[in-house]
């Protein structure tokens, strides 16, 4: 047991490693011809401690930053071991323009193409001169003229694998069904989660329409628990604490609830059966707002706890650098490693929520209007 004890916290030593050689590589890449005023504000002694403290924070938020290449750790010689994306950008001036990012040597490098001088600073592309002068405000945000960004990033890569992925696995496992009514292959380990989302989500919250509103709910599902888990390795593929990402899921969610409603659907919205007129034009104003705040919850949610959960585990990891002693070698390593199996639960977890919360408001666009004395319907 001691052994396994070991073996685990040396392989959580060993990914904190490779963090720390990231970051360093990842701080020495502002260019010094940025602005001559940031030069002035960086204070003339600055202890070791705090220039690691610094050194830790810009790397958790580069960490948490979309990229143009592909990084799956870097060497302590700055050699960046992954493999480029394609870049297309679109400049006003001069056009759309087409590389792959192997070409910017991960912001360091000027790019001249079609007369126009690009540097890539904090992952997003400026347009500057030929010495690649990144201009500074007091804030320390880039004023550059930007460009349109079309570039095929990891967070847009691990989108594209996932649904790759998906058609695969599913479409392996629909073609089995065909033979065999028995689950074979992927089918036995995801049957049980595919009865689990009908039977216990879509019924019990949609009703007797479920079924056209059980595609998406599988996709929904399983979508963002691959990404989720993809989220756990160690090569920062944050996918879903991407708040682009979480919000086109719930603008997903939000069309679909209002192109499938019903006549009752929208006479609660805009005239709330039952009540007096003047309350009625009160209530108006108020479901309006909650239409669309349904949704935003749904991104905010899903977003945040992602977010979290990368920002509390890679500060865990910053804080053996910080304190260098045996007991933060020891104790955040197995913090690191506790919170890891946390992050997998919420994974999981985050995933049904997002899916059980769609269903709750599909069924509340599909709810049927019952008068009194009626008996109330039982939905199956």
Same mark, same amino acid.
């Given at each position: 047991?001691?052994? *396994?004890?070991?073996?685990?916290?040396?392989?959580?030593?060993?990914?904190?490693?490779?963090?720390?050689?990231?970051?360093?590589?990842?701080?020495?890449? %502002?260019?010094?011809?940025?602005?001559?005023?940031?030069?002035?504000?960086?204070?003339?002694?600055?202890?070791?401690?705090?220039?690691?403290?610094?050194?830790?924070?810009?790397?958790?938020?580069?960490?948490?930053?979309?990229?143009?290449?592909?990084?799956?750790?870097?060497?302590?010689?700055?050699?960046?071991?992954?493999?480029?994306?394609?870049?297309?950008?679109?400049?006003?001036?001069?056009?759309?323009?087409?590389?792959?990012?192997?070409?910017?040597?991960?912001?360091?490098?000027?790019?001249?193409?079609?007369?126009?001088?690009?540097?890539?600073?904090?992952?997003?592309?400026?347009?500057?001169?030929?010495?690649?002068?990144?201009?500074?405000?007091?804030?320390?945000?880039?004023? !550059?003229?930007?460009?349109?960004?079309?570039?095929?990033?990891? %967070?847009?890569?691990?989108?594209?694998? $996932?649904?790759?992925?998906?058609?695969?696995?599913?479409?392996?496992?629909?073609?089995?069904?065909? !033979?065999?009514?028995?689950? %074979?292959?992927?089918?036995?380990?995801?049957?049980?989660?595919?009865?689990?989302?009908?039977?216990?989500?879509?019924?019990? !919250?949609?009703?007797?329409?479920?079924?056209?509103?059980?595609?998406?709910?599988?996709?929904?599902?399983?979508?963002?628990?691959?990404?989720?888990?993809?989220?756990?390795?160690?090569?920062?593929?944050?996918?879903?604490?991407?708040?682009?990402? $979480?919000?086109?899921?719930?603008?997903? $969610?939000?069309?679909?609830?209002?192109?499938?409603?019903?006549?009752? #659907?929208?006479?609660?919205?805009?005239?709330?059966?039952?009540?007096?007129?003047?309350?009625?034009?009160?209530?108006?104003?108020?479901?309006?707002?909650?239409?669309?705040?349904?949704?935003?919850?749904?991104?905010? *949610?899903?977003?945040?706890?992602? $977010?979290?959960?990368?920002?509390?585990?890679?500060?865990?990891?910053?804080?053996?650098?910080?304190?260098?002693?045996?007991?933060?070698?020891?104790?955040?390593?197995?913090?690191?490693?506790?919170?890891?199996?946390?992050?997998?639960?919420?994974?999981?977890?985050?995933?049904?929520?997002?899916?059980?919360?769609?269903?709750? #408001?599909?069924?509340?666009?599909?709810?049927?209007?019952?008068?009194?004395?009626?008996?109330?319907?039982?939905?199956?």
């Amino acid at each position: 047991m001691l052994k *396994r004890v070991v073996l685990v916290l040396g392989f959580l030593s060993t990914f904190s490693t490779s963090f720390a050689q990231h970051d360093a590589v990842v701080v020495s890449e %502002t260019p010094v011809a940025t602005a001559p005023a940031q030069a002035a504000e960086v204070p003339a002694a600055v202890t070791e401690k705090d220039k690691i403290k610094k050194e830790n924070k810009d790397f958790i938020t580069h960490h948490l930053l979309d990229a143009h290449s592909f990084d799956i750790m870097v060497t302590k010689e700055g050699k960046h071991i992954g493999f480029p994306l394609p870049v297309i950008f679109y400049d006003s001036a001069n056009g759309l323009h087409t590389m792959m990012s192997s070409a910017f040597h991960h912001g360091e490098e000027v790019v001249e193409s079609k007369g126009g001088y690009y540097k890539l600073f904090h992952e997003k592309i400026y347009k500057t001169d030929a010495s690649g002068t990144i201009n500074l405000d007091e804030h320390q945000h880039a004023t !550059n003229e930007k460009v349109m960004d079309f570039s095929i990033t990891k %967070t847009v890569l691990m989108v594209v694998v $996932t649904a790759l992925l998906m058609i695969f696995i599913f479409g392996g496992i629909a073609k089995s069904y065909k !033979n065999s009514l028995v689950p %074979t292959g992927a089918g036995k380990i995801l049957e049980p989660l595919i009865l689990f989302i009908r039977d216990d989500i879509a019924k019990p !919250n949609i009703g007797a329409k479920y079924q056209k509103y059980m595609s998406y709910l599988l996709t929904i599902f399983f979508f963002i628990l691959f990404l989720n888990v993809f989220g756990l390795l160690p090569f920062g593929i944050n996918v879903t604490g991407n708040i682009a990402i $979480t919000a086109a899921l719930a603008i997903f $969610t939000f069309l679909i609830t209002q192109f499938t409603a019903n006549k009752n #659907y929208w006479q609660h919205i805009f005239w709330m059966p039952g009540l007096p007129l003047p309350m009625k034009i009160v209530m108006m104003p108020i479901e309006i707002i909650g239409m669309f705040i349904k949704p935003f919850a749904l991104l905010i *949610r899903l977003f945040a706890n992602m $977010t979290a959960g990368h920002i509390v585990i890679m500060s865990l990891i910053a804080m053996i650098y910080v304190f260098k002693n045996v007991i933060a070698g020891v104790a955040f390593p197995f913090l690191t490693f506790v919170l890891y199996l946390l992050e997998i639960l919420v994974a999981f977890l985050q995933a049904y929520i997002f899916t059980m919360l769609s269903a709750v #408001y599909f069924g509340m666009a599909n709810e049927e209007h019952h008068h009194e004395g009626e008996e109330g319907v039982v939905h199956h």
